[in-house]
């Protein structure tokens, strides 16, 4: 059974940074990724991570800010140089496979995501 609970939004003003992590359960050999929402947008795609973390993907507008890593029962979003823009809810997502995507539809597992709100 998979399980995901995402932790570490929170307030942070333009140029800062924060930590989000998701404690995943059941994710052995499926890849992993984070989404986000604004608010009245629809949910998109933000980065992937392989089953055993050697591939990755970004969105363009995350590229060179944000990292994705996984390690043993834990999925973490490091965000550097937040924009006014990166505000939104953040999700954990899992997929059955084990091979990177970054469409909505190939996820089947996602948490209840959490709150980053970036300040001008």
């Known amino acids: 059974q998979v399980q995901l609970a995402e932790s570490g939004g929170g307030f942070v003003q333009a140029g800062g940074s924060l930590r989000l992590s998701c404690a995943a359960f059941?994710?052995?050999?499926?890849?992993m990724g984070w989404f986000r929402q604004a608010p009245g947008k629809e949910r998109e795609f933000v980065a992937a991570?392989?089953?055993?973390?050697?591939t990755t993907d970004f969105a363009d507008s995350v590229k060179g800010r944000f990292t994705i890593s996984r390690a043993g029962n834990s999925l973490f979003l490091q965000m550097n140089s937040l924009k006014p823009e990166d505000t939104a809810v953040y999700y954990c997502?899992?997929?059955?496979?084990?091979?990177?995507?970054?469409?909505?539809?190939?996820?089947?597992?996602w948490g209840q995501g959490t709150q980053v709100t970036v300040s001008s």
């Open positions: 997502a899992a997929r059955e496979g084990p091979a990177i995507r970054g469409s909505l539809s190939d996820y089947t597992y």
């Open positions: 059941g994710v052995t050999f499926k890849a």
């Open positions: 991570i392989s089953w055993n973390g050697g």
